[in-house]
């Protein structure tokens, strides 16, 4: 069910380490291209290339675009009390965790008279995704919604597909998600289109472009924010989703296949990876296996994912070399199921799970951390969503006459050096008198 690849007796470079990582590589260079026409399709046609994506990804035609305010209500009124309940425990618990990650200022005085504050300013508007196609996540309008909250975003827009089981409407969960957090202006659309219409705006629904767009989806939906980057900023690239897990023969065998399967139900090209240094845990693990996906819901899809070449069970020669592994794969989700764990060792990962009573379910929803992760070995450069990701840091330079006169000379000598002597004459002709 998952394939091996066996690295015992081999010293590998790093090079050689991230060649050897399992990746779909060929479906997302095949997303990329996808994803960027579909983009530029909505840019020159806006809401007419929107409706041809629905009724062609979506299965919907003639539907609201932009959810009027009464779906809302109306969604939030018929809310199930227990969802209600566990999503504001989630809210509660993100708002905790995003409000630690907004940064005091900082003023540094470099002498008298001489002051640099570094602020961090919010964004004005930004778009949220929110993914409804194989799944419904009102978890992730939390995880989108309430770190642009707390950073102090003023306008904020999500999206999510059309439902063809509810009349061309968002799934109502989603919607009672967002009307509990106060956000009013919901679209119905999907996928790289969505993307698109955030970034370069649809007059005809309304939209106007914002400046950031964040949110997991598929490979589509991540390979979207590539084609956009550099007309609005966008967090990580939030594709199918990724579990590593690093184990050895402390690890309870059937607690690993249970986390594998949870992350493998997502999609078809989930990434379900086990690095041990223990022949026999590899064996458990795959013995555990069978029974589980043939008792869960999306047996197809888990299926399909574990037999996927972004799959596989990695045999190492000890957990140094499985540390090593683990930072050139880079994983959105690593779990930690050692008998002595080190996550300080670990420094490549999107969020870091430690020990048999941390799974990545627990960030999925309630840990107060947030899951919209970076993927495809985008943690070795790249953080998940947070506050930060809604900020912009910004210096403020304050120089009196005095602490501009201590460095002229040096300022002009740099000038010179540098064939700008009009940046020094800028200095110098404020002391002409």
Do not use: C
Request: aromatic fraction near 4%; hydrophobic fraction near 45%; avoid cysteine.
């Amino acid at each position: 069910m998952l394939r091996t690849i066996d690295l015992r007796g081999r010293v590998l470079s790093p090079a050689e380490l991230l060649a050897v990582v399992p990746r779909a590589d060929a479906a997302r260079d095949e997303a990329l291209a996808t994803a960027a026409r579909l983009v530029a399709d909505v840019a020159h046609r806006g809401e007419e290339a929107l409706r041809e994506q629905a009724a062609r990804f979506d299965r919907v035609s003639d539907h609201a675009i932009r959810v009027p305010a009464d779906h809302l209500d109306e969604a939030l009124r018929d809310l199930d009390p227990q969802i209600r309940a566990a999503l504001d425990e989630a809210i509660s618990r993100v708002r905790t965790a995003s409000a630690a990650q907004v940064p005091a200022p900082v003023v540094t005085e470099l002498g008298d008279g001489a002051r640099v504050t570094q602020r961090w300013q919010p964004v004005r508007r930004v778009g949220l995704y929110v993914p409804g196609g194989k799944a419904v996540y009102p978890s992730s309008v939390v995880m989108n919604a309430v770190p642009a909250q707390v950073a102090g975003v003023r306008e904020v827009a999500l999206a999510s597909p059309p439902q063809a089981d509810f009349g061309g409407r968002v799934h109502p969960v989603i919607l009672a998600a967002a009307r509990l957090l106060g956000v009013t202006e919901v679209y119905a659309m999907g996928g790289a289109g969505a993307i698109g219409a955030f970034a370069h705006g649809v007059a005809e629904i309304g939209l106007d472009p914002v400046d950031v767009v964040t949110g997991p989806g598929n490979n589509f939906v991540a390979s979207a924010k590539r084609a956009v980057a550099g007309r609005v900023g966008t967090d990580s690239e939030a594709g199918a989703t990724e579990i590593l897990v690093v184990a050895d023969d402390s690890a309870t065998p059937a607690l690993v296949a249970a986390d594998l399967v949870s992350q493998a139900e997502h999609d078809e090209q989930a990434s379900a990876v086990l690095v041990t240094d223990s022949p026999a845990l590899a064996e458990a693990v795959r013995a555990a296996l069978p029974a589980r996906v043939a008792s869960t819901r999306h047996t197809e899809r888990v299926t399909a994912a574990f037999h996927g070449p972004q799959s596989a069970v990695v045999l190492v020669d000890d957990i140094a070399q499985a540390t090593a592994f683990s930072n050139a794969y880079a994983p959105e989700h690593l779990e930690l199921h050692l008998a002595d764990p080190r996550p300080e060792d670990f420094v490549n990962a999107g969020a870091v799970f430690v020990g048999p009573y941390t799974p990545v379910s627990l960030g999925d929803y309630l840990a107060g951390s947030n899951h919209v992760l970076p993927t495809g070995g985008q943690a070795r450069y790249s953080a998940g969503l947070s506050a930060a990701t809604f900020l912009r840091p910004q210096q403020v330079v304050e120089y009196d006459r005095a602490a501009l006169s201590r460095v002229r000379d040096a300022i002009v000598t740099l000038a010179d050096a540098e064939a700008l002597p009009a940046h020094g004459e800028a200095v110098t002709a404020r002391f002409d008198d």
